[in-house]
């Protein structure tokens, strides 16, 4: 599976943005990951085939919503009211894996290439 992702870019404190990643095939469950300069890569949002199972980190609930459309086979993250500390590179990821979401990076076998967020005080 191949993940293309896109939609970053530079925004102010306040607004909002969507990401999107293209997927070449199908598989059990999708995620978004994000790295901020110095940082590990964290676990943003998740969710699974058919879109009945979605998990979001507790830094971006109530503000950030992973959802996919499943003719375009893209996994989409409709992210409003950004903060600064949501600056990063967003990551989509993908797994065949079964048996419920998963939030760790080890977890998934497929990643994009990665977009580039960045949220101006």
């Known amino acids: 599976v191949q993940l293309q992702a896109s939609g970053g870019g530079l925004v102010q404190a306040g607004g909002s943005l969507r990401l999107s990643c293209l997927a070449s095939?199908?598989?059990?469950?999708y995620a978004w990951f994000r790295q901020a300069p110095g940082k590990e890569r964290e676990f943003v949002a998740a969710?699974?085939?058919?879109?009945?199972?979605?998990d979001h980190a507790d830094s971006v609930k109530g503000r950030f919503t992973i959802f996919r459309d499943d003719e375009k086979n893209t996994v989409y993250l409709q992210m409003n009211s950004l903060k600064p500390e949501d600056t990063g590179v967003y990551y989509c990821?993908?797994?065949?894996?079964?048996?419920?979401?998963?939030?760790?990076?080890?977890?998934?076998?497929?990643w994009g290439q990665g977009t580039q967020v960045t949220v101006s005080s």
């Open positions: 969710i699974n085939w058919s879109g009945a199972q979605k």
């Open positions: 095939g199908r598989t059990s469950m």
């Open positions: 990821a993908a797994d065949g894996a079964v048996g419920g979401l998963r939030s760790r990076v080890r977890d998934y076998d497929y």
